[in-house]
């Protein structure tokens, strides 16, 4: 089964529970700019729609990647990096989630397809 990271990220930020998603709150808009979306928290995340959620996602693990040298996969490999997400957003509900994503990377790059 082929899943993309972005499905992997937004399906794993959807089930991260913290205490805060149990209080109804305002869903909040994906940002526009990297700038922005840097500052994002998990708990944030959390909030999102889910297509935003999933587009903040992509934009920030294929920054990551990017800026690491990597390729994200579409397979196993990415399922990994979604929970190791998924394990730092639930732990730290307030860290920001490209924090979250780089290092899920970082600690998976040596597995990771390297960039041409």
Known sequence: MK????TCVAALLALASTADAQV??????????????VYVTCRE???????ARKQL?????????????????N????????????????????AYLFAVIDRAIA???DKLPKRQ
């Open 75 to 94: 397979d196993q490999r990415g399922a990994q990096l979604a929970h190791l997400v998924r394990g730092g957003c639930t732990l730290m509900p307030d």
């Open 3 to 6: 899943l993309s990271i972005a």
């Open 45 to 51: 995340a959390q909030m999102m729609p889910p297509e």
């Open 107 to 109: 600690v998976e790059m």
């Open 57 to 73: 996602a992509t934009m920030l693990a294929e920054h990551s990647a990017r800026h690491r040298g990597v390729m994200m996969p």
């Open 24 to 37: 109804a709150q305002p869903a909040m808009a994906a940002p526009n700019s990297f700038d922005d979306a």
